[in-house]
């Protein structure tokens, strides 16, 4: 990747993917490891399909496939970096271990015939449930050693929980220890006066954690009174030898249809909608196979009486943010939110092309459905693999890696490409490197520091031509480095030259990150040796939060495996802990020390930013913000307030990265913003590239558009070169709060069309959006707004920078218009995915380009000629009509085209057709006739410039390519 394409992703990857929510367990329990596990069925505790981990957000490749001995009986689950499956082995079960990130088996063991089993784990323990038997196995220099086995009548999949093991035994709930097996606690679940013989159906246990209590809740189904109750129990003495359960508190929930297919007992699962902040629980039972065939989800409330409604959905979902995703019998994708409103993402049989329906894993604002993923607040499909058997498990093993078990007996492991290493590679720890092996903290002196951290000790000689430093090492060989990944360079003791804040933000990042990644993996080595393994974990968890490599974490963590806690932590952590807080001290201290480093610079703003460390590592408060409050900008609107300091920080984290900082009130572009309804309720910043007024201080809002922009703009830059014209004047963007705002103002030049989510001005050379709202826009905040402001930005960028204005000469008699929305569409849709894409521009699977195949496989495309003839003033009178309704193959649902919005798709997609599937001839000759165009004099048939005889000739070649995207 280029180094501007590498900025380029960095910048607009916040757009892309939605950054997830804390898992449940990051909670009061945060240091048993569990956090990053799908230890259980549905991955946690709270039993919601959701992860911690990356999702596998880009085409997948198949890292490794195994084939099992029978079918899998139960969903595989994990713990530091292996994975553990139980199958069927003719009249027996075998419980194998594997690498998760190469499939290599690692051990296997025979376990007792049995029609029934889950498995979960804990710390390096395989727990299995089955008929008549709970049983621990430790997993010990990759075998599995002897069991702690428990006698009972139990039923259900164990609940594992801060080291706990809850499970149903008969009319109990007990609870015992994970790693040796004591029992802690019991107490009865079924109510005295429900017969047990009348008992029909028990669901899984599930927890729900807050700041206040621990309550573990379970369901079953009463042939009584054909009813599903919910049960409680209150949850105390966690951690100490004095667990407690307490008494059983039943609700009545809804009637349910009868049914005593003991599928129900064995795979209905409770689990708790984790972002709700009601007390809404989320219920799901399978297929049934008895005559009344009930299947189902809901959202149930526990003092909510009325609307107890079953869902739709009839597969596992997954719960994020308040909201279940699963799909219903009849294949329609459906979205449940927990205060049971329920909505179908899809049509009957409307899916996108190749994809299945399936059991959900959610991570990150991703849902995986087995053979597919979609982006949840676009209905983007990530990726789909239509030739993968059907899907029976889905199980998250590592960032970017998912194991899916196949109806064929198998397992098939897909990953990112750039994260699969060889097999001979996955049992070193060294293979991959994170944090720990950064650069050292920058010396003193002169040279140049990079945007990686490295600080050489040289000369370094501008090349404006290419926009890049030659380096020059005092004791290696030259090299060359873009402009935007050079942080700074000093010589005689004087800065030279100033780099982009953000370079020099990522740049004591990366060294941060590695003094305390590496002061942390030395502490470990410290506890390990005393066998403090709860220590061990905890600042494992803490090395992973640093960037410390994945794998390195996962194999130390698998080396903690077998072994037994010290029986007297008290005494060592009484010595060893002062040897760890000297080393977070010696990494806080440097924090510090490259916070007065970038203030001495005058880059308040990255050392505002860099306090997060500060932060996190728990640093007194009023140090925090006394720092900061020295750090505060003039410029900053909100200075004088009470609470400056803290909300100085939560802006700088935000703006900093795409190089932001407010505009100064003395600066004279304010008198752009005299005008109502600029002059009053306004923040105005400014980045190398935009001025920004804004009618909202969302900064999560203000700070979408700064990145968007401006990697809108330096991905223009990379295609089509620095630009001619106005390279110091910033492109001017007005935010409105609201649409009713948006549509109100009026301008000398004319107002916004009613239709429109945001437009280019060239006479004002501003351009103007709104903050959809959530509840009414087609796509929500992140990608419609996103999407809108980097199609106007385009046309701003290419009007005010590209073209000098003594050469402009477009107006509405030129024909060609369709290279002005064209390349705007392009760019539109291929910026928003470049985060994902590794700064590439060329996703086949964008909407302008599957709507466009769709309408081209019901021949009703525009006819190329007259599309390349249309100028400014005809498209204004495309008549409203509508010319096709086409399913999306990439995108959850369907889109009703008109004749006016088919022009925007099929010229955005002409232009990916040049651009990319021409070579550099057909990529040249587009940019050469689109200049052509901005200067007035872009002919009306161009087909044998782009390389065909005629029009038709060119019809026809674009037409077989949006064919081929069917294929």
């Not at 590679?425 to 060294?430: F, S």
């Amino acid at each position: 990747m280029r180094p501007l394409f590498r900025l380029v992703a960095a910048l607009v990857t916040a757009v892309t993917i939605t950054v997830g929510s804390a898992t449940l367990i990051e909670g009061v329990h945060a240091d048993d490891g569990s956090g990053r596990e799908w230890n259980q069925i549905r991955g946690g505790a709270a039993r919601d399909g959701w992860t911690a981990l990356a999702p596998l957000s880009s085409e997948p490749t198949i890292a490794w496939r195994s084939e099992l001995p029978g079918p899998i009986l139960c969903e595989p689950v994990t713990w530091a970096g292996t994975c553990y499956v139980i199958a069927k082995d003719k009249k027996d079960m075998q419980l194998i271990a594997l690498h998760a990130r190469t499939g290599k088996e690692l051990t296997r063991r025979k376990l007792k015939k049995s029609t029934w089993a889950h498995a979960a784990t804990w710390q390096g323990r395989v727990i299995v449930c089955k008929e008549g038997t709970l049983e621990s196995y430790p997993l010990k220099d990759g075998k599995l050693g002897s069991p702690w086995r428990k006698k009972g009548d139990f039923a259900g999949a164990p609940l594992v929980y801060a080291g706990h093991v809850f499970v149903r035994d008969g009319r109990e709930i007990k609870v015992f220890e994970a790693n040796r097996g004591k029992e802690l606690a019991s107490t009865a679940w079924l109510p005295k006066d429900d017969d047990e013989k009348q008992f029909m159906g028990f669901a899984m246990l599930t927890v729900r954690e807050t700041d206040k209590d621990v309550t573990v809740a379970g369901a079953y189904h009463s042939a009584k009174d054909g009813k599903l109750y919910l049960h409680t129990h209150k949850v105390s003495g966690l951690g100490t030898k004095k667990v407690s359960l307490g008494i059983a508190i039943p609700r009545e929930l809804m009637p349910l249809k009868a049914t005593r297919d003991p599928e129900f007992q064995r795979k209905a699962i409770l689990g708790w909608f984790k972002d709700d902040l009601s007390t809404s629980w989320l219920f799901t039972a399978p297929v049934g196979a008895g005559a009344s065939k009930w299947a189902g989800s809901m959202a149930v409330h526990v003092t909510e009486t009325r609307k107890k409604k079953q869902s739709s959905i009839s597969t596992l979902p997954a719960a994020m943010g308040g909201e279940a995703f699963g799909f219903g019998s009849d294949t329609s994708l459906y979205r449940l939110s927990a205060k049971r409103k329920e909505r179908s993402l899809t049509e009957r049989g409307s899916l996108p092309q190749g994809a299945r329906p399936g059991p959900a894993v959610a991570s990150s604002g991703v849902v995986c459905f087995g053979n597919w993923a979609m982006e949840i607040e676009s209905g983007r499909t990530m990726w789909c693999l239509p030739d993968l058997p059907e899907i029976q498990t889905v199980t998250p093993v590592a960032d970017g890696f998912v194991l899916l078990g196949t109806e064929t007996n198998e397992l098939v492991c897909l990953a990112e490409p750039d994260r699969i290493v060889s097999q001979a590679e996955g049992d070193d720890a060294t293979a991959a490197t994170g944090s720990e092996t950064g650069p050292p903290p920058p010396a003193e002196g002169d040279g140049v520091l990079l945007a990686d951290g490295r600080k050489i000790t040289g000369t370094a000689e501008l090349n404006p031509d290419e926009d890049a430093f030659r380096v020059t090492p005092a004791d290696g060989e030259a090299f060359e480095v873009s402009i935007d990944e050079v942080a700074l360079i000093e010589v005689d003791g004087e800065v030279e030259w100033n780099g982009e804040e953000p370079a020099v933000l990522r740049a004591w990042q990366t060294v941060i990150d590695g003094v305390f990644a590496r002061g942390l993996l030395e502490t470990f080595e410290l506890y390990r040796k005393e066998r403090l393994l709860t220590e061990c974990r905890r600042v494992l968890n803490d090395a992973r939060t640093y960037g410390a490599s994945p794998r390195l974490i996962e194999s130390l963590e698998a080396g903690l495996t077998g072994k037994t806690e010290n029986p007297n932590p008290k005494l060592k952590m009484k010595r060893l802990r002062p040897e760890e807080t000297k080393r977070r001290k010696a990494a806080v201290d440097q924090v510090f020390t490259a916070i007065d480093w970038c203030k001495e610079r005058d880059y308040g703003g990255a050392a505002t930013a860099l306090l997060q460390y500060a932060s996190r590592e728990k640093v007194d408060p009023a140090r925090v913000e006394s720092t900061a409050k020295e750090l505060i900008p003039e410029s900053f609107p909100w200075a004088d307030a009470d609470d400056a300091s803290k909300r100085w920080i939560t802006w700088a984290n935000e703006i900093v990265p795409a190089g932001g900082e407010f505009l100064h009130k003395s600066s004279g572009h304010w008198n752009h913003a005299k005008r109502a309804p600029w002059n009053e309720d306004t923040i105005a910043l400014v980045t190398k590239n935009m001025l920004l007024f804004s009618r909202t201080d969302d900064l999560r809002v203000v700070g979408m558009c700064l990145r968007t922009g401006e990697g809108t703009v330096r991905a223009l830059e990379n295609i089509l070169g620095k630009g001619a014209a106005n390279l110091r004047l910033p492109l001017q963007v007005k935010l409105h709060k609201n649409r009713k705002d948006y549509l109100e103002e009026k301008t000398p030049h004319g107002s916004a069309m009613p239709w429109s989510a945001g437009y280019y001005s060239p006479a004002e050379n501003v351009s103007r959006f709104y903050v959809p709202d959530p509840a009414r826009s087609v796509e929500p905040l992140g990608r419609g707004l996103s999407k809108t402001l980097a199609h106007e930005m385009t046309h701003h960028w290419l009007s005010m920078r590209w073209i000098p204005k003594s050469e402009a000469r477009r107006h509405i008699g030129v024909p060609g218009y369709w290279i002005v929305e064209g390349f705007a569409r392009y760019v539109e849709d291929q910026a928003v995915e470049m985060g994902r894409r590794r700064g590439r521009m060329d996703d086949t699977t964008v909407s302008s380009l599957d709507a466009t195949s769709q309408v081209a496989k019901q021949e009703k495309l525009w006819s190329v000629p007259e599309l390349l003839e249309m100028n400014q003033a005809a498209f204004a009178k495309i008549p409203e009509e509508r010319v096709a309704v086409v399913e999306l193959r990439n995108t959850v649902g369907n889109r009703v085209l008109d004749k006016r919005a088919l022009f925007y798709e099929q010229s955005g997609s002409m232009v990916f057709f040049m651009m990319t599937m021409r070579g550099e001839e057909g990529r040249d000759a587009l940019i050469k006739y689109m200049r052509l165009h901005y200067t007035g004099r872009s002919p009306s048939d161009p087909a044998d410039r782009f390389g065909f005889d005629d029009g038709k000739a060119l019809h026809a070649a674009f037409e077989t390519f949006l064919r081929s995207l069917l294929e």
